[in-house]
Structure formats: structure tokens, C-alpha cells
């Protein structure tokens, strides 16, 4: 597990599956929203932005602001550049916001990092309705405005 395994993952040709990077136990590498705390740890652009592409993921998940997880919108920015934004050789990575997302918040979430995201809903999808596949398909038709 972790950076390592992607990066072995990441170099192997045969592989040819998506790379995603999941940000459980990362936290704890991170900066803090805790008073006076703000200056340890990595940044958030560096921790789920930055690294994971160093190790050969396709896709960063995140948390995401407004979810069940203290973070500002400005920290979730951060992340969306880290994983777009020029950096050496290496190539951008799929920014995937997470963390409690309700279905009804996909079009907020589309206009404030993109079209090139990656939503990761789970919860939401189940407890929307009994009905799993309308409440993916709501879901997509919120996603895409």
C-alpha cells in the first residue's frame, strides 16, 4: 500500500488500470485547521496534489468542503491545482473531491473545480431513494448542468 506501491504500480507497462490515491492516513502528514497549527505538516496542494502524482496516480481523491470533513474551499482549490497545474515531467492527475457529498451538491461542485473531475459519491446514492439506479441517473444529469 500507499506511495510506493502506486509508484510500482505506476511503472509497470502490463498494468493498464487507473491509478486512484486514496487519502486515508494521510491526514496525519497535513496541515491543520487547529489555531496556531497551520504551519505543520504539508500542504494540502503538496499532500493530495502534488505526491500522488510523484507516484504515478491517475487520480487524487480528496475531501471535499461541505462534506462531513473540516476543510475550506480555498484548501480543496489548493488540492485542484496541485494535481493540474505544470509540474516537471510529470503529468496532471484527475482531482476526485469525496467526504459525505450529497447528490443535490454535484452542480456546485462542477462550477467550482470543472468539468475534469472525477465525483466520488457513495452514501448519497443509497439513502436518495430505494431506487439505486434513478438515483445515479439523477445524479449524472446534476453532474452535467
Known sequence: ????????????????????????????????????CSTHGFSHKALLGKLPRLAGA???????????????????QDIVEGC??????CPPCC???AGGMALDAAPE???????DIML??????YTASDDLEMNA????NLARG
Open 58 to 76: 491517475d487520480v487524487s481523491i480528496f475531501l471535499n468542503v461541505g462534506g462531513r470533513f473540516d476543510i475550506s474551499q480555498e484548501e480543496c
Open 1 to 36: 500500500t500507499g506511495f510506493d506501491s502506486m509508484r510500482v504500480l505506476a511503472a509497470d507497462a502490463d498494468f493498464g488500470l487507473p491509478i486512484l490515491c486514496h487519502p486515508a492516513y494521510l491526514a496525519m502528514l497535513g496541515g491543520s485547521n487547529t489555531p496556531g
Open 109 to 115: 461542485m462542477v462550477k467550482m473545480y470543472g468539468e
Open 84 to 89: 493540474r497545474s505544470k509540474f516537471g515531467s
Open 137 to 140: 441517473k439523477r445524479f449524472v
Open 95 to 97: 482531482p476526485s473531491p
Open 120 to 125: 466520488l459519491v457513495g452514501g448519497s446514492l
